[in-house]
């Protein structure tokens, strides 16, 4: 028997495995035995294995014939292996040359399984120092000794010490009994946790030693350390699964699965997150769809969805264009031939895109399918109706959704999809913060994703620029995009294959509406949610103006709001302006005809609209609109009955609603001409076309389309202005710009421009920098200094609270770890440091005395 076996898994390392042997056949301690298993090595790694066999009989030699990765080496040379201790070695590190004397000794004298020791990482790829250092801190030794239990649970729930094998060596028993449970075959990757969480299990001592570094690792010379990632890489991580499903199996065989389940979680999203980042930050972007079908082929689809979700909350075009590409997400199979439609909205109530939905479900039971509604809220009676017996999911609601709970949704979400075999869901939520996350759980569980737009394709750029680039990759997944005007399908085609212009339903029977043209009264309505979006103030406003002229004028206004305070801001305007008289809060109404057959002027206001439900419906009883240019609308490009002017020119409106109150001949026409017009526009059989979209979507399509010169020029150009807004907020979006610095930049920005409003604007600046330097000159006298410092426990005191009470027990710890080691920095480099924080400490204590005293006195 040899005092110790070495075992060296090989696979093509000709460049560095005569180091590594060289290293171990010069050992002071003779009496060993060097197992190299060559695992079907295709470069000179069996030429150089042979020669130092030839030359030392210490070496035994194991050739495989094809290659089955160092897990199944590891076993094998365990099988043959005679030596007393096992040490585990990788051919492309080397070691000292007392490695096997020292730890043979140490061994014999510490009569521990495994003994923990030190070993050095080796930068070799140019790495950055502080991932090298983070290496370096993970795979040092716990000092001291663990027994029984504690081995395992010191490495996998306490992390005392990590779990790489070649900085350990074993008593040879141990190694029998565990790599026996080590399953045959090939596990490309996380080997060492494979083997080290069986080891541990069955070890019953272990001892972390400090001193020499004995153990030469190499960072960057085999898969890990790369910057860079190939398909083939990511798809070695990916087989990380294997190891867990394996380790899931031994525990099984154990009976001990449900003690440890939390851990074998622990372990999967780990590796697999491992993997997630990987796939994000180091995979080209030209292969990234391929890449994320192996995410998908390997881990848990769900799981990956609400990591990215978890982790990228905020990078959803970064991500979008990253898998748009792929398989999982382009190319969907059929999945039954069951007639099962979910559609998704936040709620049905007070709002066209709520009106919409409950004339479209209709349809879509008329057209043999069967419809379940997704929906954010319990019923209620300001719902608009749905036909009897329409199933109800009630989801978290996305508007509450974060990337902490955003995996509760996705779970609900798919055991519904899969509960009732949903085949295509239409989603009318396009601006949420979560479709992408939505979308992906659709994809992955292979149900066609149809959006359907309710507003014009620029909307988001009046909010944010950034928002709106998102769209382009974002919807460049769904199957098919609905689009409410022939300018938006015009726009989204440019990037999505399957565009389809879709009029909206009519919100009422045409043909059972009887208009009353002639009408008394000077009444004027407005229809709509009341939010900051519609305009409400503007009608007001507007009205004040009309009533100048036209003192009987009233005005309806018929809606209500989610937010309070936008009702109470419109009262006090009303208020204010002196036209309580002539305006009349109606609140919500789901039927209005009553207010139709009244008014002689309807008003639109928005900024924005898709379709516009408010204004079929007053061409549908006759009524003229007056509103702001909305010239993409099809109602407004296609039909009569209305009078636009400019967008926020209330005058302009208020003289058109005058003249036409003053006008019953010119009114009374656009009444009729509203009527023929919503008559001539209905006619599309919206039933015909929506069953050609979904048996469109029910036959196997591919979804990604060819960019087109359209596309790469409009890329191009939102690409250009999104660097040129990175590039104006650079200093407000930098964590380290300070007041000076943006300062300095409005100046720059002034200098460019030459009119009045810039020379008020510096004038404001040299105020601000003025107040800044003096803000700076009070920070750095020590009045100011020594307030901070006896303040500074109860500021962390404070902190630590509120730390605790919103991220819990772990991450408070790791904080306090991270200041503490912060403030001995600045002690150690500062002596300063220490009288402030001796003198500090004392005074907030007797502070502290004195605030609990006089509480206590009160109490009493």
Avoid at 286 to 309: C, E, H, Q, R
Avoid at 338 to 358: D, E, F, P, R
Avoid at 404 to 418: F, G, H, M, S, T
Avoid at 432 to 452: A, E, F, R, T
């Amino acid at each position: 028997m040899s005092k110790i076996s070495v075992i060296i898994p090989i696979y093509n390392v000709e460049m560095y495995l005569e180091q590594c042997l060289i290293s171990v056949v010069n050992q002071t301690l003779k009496d060993i035995e060097i197992i190299c298993i060559d695992d079907a090595s295709t470069d000179l790694s069996s030429d150089i294995l042979n020669r130092f066999a030839q030359s030392d009989s210490r070496i035994k030699l194991i050739s495989y014939q094809q290659n089955k990765s160092a897990s199944q080496a590891r076993k094998d040379g365990v099988s043959v292996a005679r030596g007393k201790y096992i040490i585990f070695m990788d051919a492309d590190d080397y070691w000292e040359e007392d490695l096997c004397e020292d730890l043979y000794l140490i061994m014999e004298q510490k009569d521990v399984d495994i003994l923990h020791f030190n070993a050095i990482i080796e930068n070799h790829n140019n790495l950055p120092e502080a991932r090298i250092r983070a290496n370096q801190k993970s795979i040092a030794p716990y000092i001291g000794k663990l027994q029984g239990r504690e081995v395992f649970s010191g490495c996998f729930i306490n992390h005392r010490y990590f779990f790489t094998l070649w900085n350990k060596i074993f008593k040879a028993s141990l190694c029998k009994k565990a790599f026996y449970f080590i399953q045959d075959g090939d596990f490309p990757k996380a080997q060492d946790l494979y083997a080290y969480f069986l080891l541990a299990y069955f070890a019953n001592s272990y001892e972390g030693i400090s001193g020499k570094y004995y153990y030469h690792y190499y960072f960057g010379r085999g898969i890990t350390g790369h910057n860079t990632f190939s398909l083939d890489m990511l798809e070695r991580f990916c087989k990380q699964s294997w190891v867990i499903k394996a380790l899931t199996d031994f525990l099984n065989n154990q009976e001990a699965l449900e003690v440890n389940q939390n851990l074998i979680e622990d372990l999967e999203s780990k590796l697999m997150s491992e993997c997630i980042n990987n796939w994000k930050n180091r995979l080209p972007l030209n292969i990234s769809g391929k890449g994320f079908d192996i995410l998908m082929k390997y881990w848990d689809p769900l799981k990956v969805v609400t990591f990215l979700a978890h982790n990228y909350w905020n990078s959803k075009n970064d991500i979008a264009g990253k898998i748009r590409e792929s398989q999982t997400i382009s190319k969907l199979k059929i999945k039954s031939t069951n007639k099962v439609i979910a559609t998704y909205y936040y709620h049905l109530s007070n709002g066209g895109v709520q009106k919409v939905v409950s004339k479209l479900i209709p349809i879509w039971i008329d057209l043999g399918y069967k419809v379940i509604l997704f929906i954010d809220t319990e019923p209620n009676v300001s719902e608009y109706d749905l036909p009897q017996g329409v199933e109800r999911v009630i989801l978290p609601p996305a508007k509450e959704a974060t990337k902490e709970n955003y995996a509760i949704r996705a779970k609900i979400l798919q055991q519904k999809l899969l509960q009732y075999e949903v085949n295509i869901f239409i989603y009318h939520a396009w601006q949420s913060q979560i479709l992408l996350w939505d979308l992906m759980v659709c994809k992955i569980n292979n149900v066609k994703i149809v959006v359907n737009t309710h507003s014009v394709f620029s909307i988001e750029a009046i909010y944010s620029l950034y928002k709106f680039f998102d769209y382009i990759n974002l919807f460049s997944m769904v199957d098919a995009l609905v689009c409410l005007s022939k300018v938006d399908r015009t726009f989204w085609s440019k990037f999505i294959k399957n565009v389809i212009y879709m009029p909206n339903p009519m919100p009422y029977d045409i043909d059972s509406v009887n208009p009353i043209y002639q009408k008394s009264g000077k009444n004027i309505i407005w229809i709509g949610r009341i939010s900051s979006e519609k305009n409400p103030l503007d009608v007001i406003q507007i009205m004040s103006k009309v009533v100048e002229k036209e003192p009987s004028a009233k005005l309806f206004i018929i809606g209500s709001s989610i937010n309070s305070k936008d009702l109470l801001r419109c009262e006090e305007e009303v208020a204010n302006l002196n036209i309580k008289e002539n305006v009349i809060f109606c609140g919500f109404h789901k039927d209005v005809t009553d207010f139709y057959n009244i008014a002689k002027i309807n008003l639109i206001v928005s900024a924005v609209e898709g379709f516009s439900m408010v204004l079929a419906e007053s061409k549908i009883y006759g009524v003229p609109t007056v509103m702001y240019e909305l010239p993409y609308l099809e109602l407004v490009r296609t039909t009569g009955g209305i009078l636009s002017v400019p967008q926020s020119d209330q005058q302009a409106m208020a003289n058109e609603i005058i003249n036409l109150l003053n006008d019953e001949e010119k009114r009374v026409s656009l009444s009729h001409e509203a009527r023929k017009g919503i008559l001539q526009f209905n006619n599309v059989n919206l039933n015909a076309e929506w069953e050609n979209l979904f048996s469109t979507l029910l036959e196997e399509h591919s979804i990604l389309i060819e960019k087109s010169n359209e596309w790469i020029m409009l890329e191009t150009m939102f690409t250009h202005i999104n660097a040129g807004l990175a590039k104006k907020l650079k200093i407000t979006q930098s964590n380290s710009a300070s007041a000076g610095d943006l300062i300095k930049s409005l100046k720059l920005q002034c200098e460019e421009q030459d009119s009045i409003k810039v020379n008020e604007i510096k004038d404001v600046l040299i105020k601000l920098s003025s107040t800044t330097e003096e803000l700076n000159a009070i920070k750095s006298g020590w009045s100011f200094r020594i307030g901070r410092i006896i303040t500074l426990l109860p500021r962390k005191l404070k902190g630590g609270i509120y730390c605790y009470k919103e991220h819990g027990v772990r991450y408070t710890i790791t904080r306090i770890n991270h200041h503490v080691a912060v403030l001995f920095h600045k002690i150690k480099d500062n002596k300063k440091w220490i009288i402030g924080l001796g003198v500090g400490t004392v005074m907030s204590i007797a502070i502290i005395k004195k605030i609990f005293n006089f509480l206590r006195t009160n109490s009493n």
